[in-house]
Nanobody, 115 residues
């Protein structure tokens, strides 16, 4: 069993930055692919970024060049550095840990981008 706790959300003006963190319980964090998803009001949850156990990364087109995903296995934590935030980035951001057949989700953290 893995429990994921996100933090770092908040309100920011357009062009601003936030860093989200997701800390996992358990001692096998390094064996999980870690992902960030987001869900805006009235929309489906969508993929944002992923990082493999070997630290290979992948991004949604909408955030490429602005967001950076990273992981610190010693701290059981995955990060999402978000720069150049836009109003359309407003959503609840969820952390996801995958190691088939197991998958776990965090509770989400709200990010609001507004002037």
């Amino acid at each position: 069993q893995v429990q994921l706790v996100e933090s770092g959300g908040g309100s920011v003006q357009p062009g601003g930055s936030l860093r989200l963190s997701c800390t996992a319980s358990g001692s096998i964090f390094s064996t999980y692919v870690m992902l960030w998803y987001r869900q805006a009001p009235g929309k489906q949850r969508e993929f944002v970024a992923s990082i493999t156990t070997g630290s290979n990364t992948n991004y949604a087109t909408s955030v490429k060049g602005r967001f950076t995903i990273s992981r610190d296995n010693a701290k059981n934590t995955v990060y999402l550095q978000m720069n150049g935030l836009k109003p359309e980035d407003t959503a609840v951001y969820y952390c996801n840990a995958v190691r088939p057949p197991r998958e776990y989700w965090g509770q989400g953290t709200q990010v609001t981008v507004s002037s």
